[in-house]
Nanobody, 124 residues
Framework: VQLQAFGGGLKQAGGSLRLSCAAS????????FGWFRQTPGKGRDGISC????????FYSTSVKDRFAISRDDAKSTVYLQMNSLKPDDTAVYYC??????????????????WGQGTLVTVSS
């Protein structure tokens, strides 16, 4: 599975961005997708996931009620709509996928495939 993430950029606090992650090499409808983010010197933190058929979604407390994950299996693409951006949201964002990855409203796992990362910078 190959993943290509794009949509990052520079935004002022309070603004919005939408990240996209295009999947190829597998039937996307059978995949669970997640978004992670990483800041310098820290590990990657899982912030959101969406299961197959959008049956379940998860949001970390840091993004809950501000970010929304969605999927369009016809386009093999997953989206992360980011609203009310804060400077603390500044990070490199990665999409992640695999089949049968844990994703419920209570938490998310880590799949074996990663996209290349897209940088989001939020200025105050």
């Amino acid at each position: 599975v190959q993943l290509q993430a794009f949509g990052g950029g520079l935004k002022q606090a309070g603004g919005s961005l939408r990240l996209s992650c295009a999947a190829s090499g597998s039937t996307s409808s059978s995949l669970t997708f997640g978004w992670f983010r990483q800041t310098p010197g820290k590990g990657r933190d899982g912030i959101s996931c969406i299961s197959t058929k959008a049956g379940a979604t998860f949001y970390s407390t840091s993004v809950k009620d501000r970010f929304a994950i969605s999927r369009d299996d016809a386009k093999s693409t997953v989206y992360l709509q980011m609203n009310s951006l804060k400077p603390d949201d500044t990070a490199v964002y990665y999409c992640n996928t695999a089949k049968d990855v844990y994703c419920t409203e209570y938490g998310m796992g880590i799949g074996g495939y990663w996209g290349q990362g897209t940088l989001v910078t939020v200025s105050s």
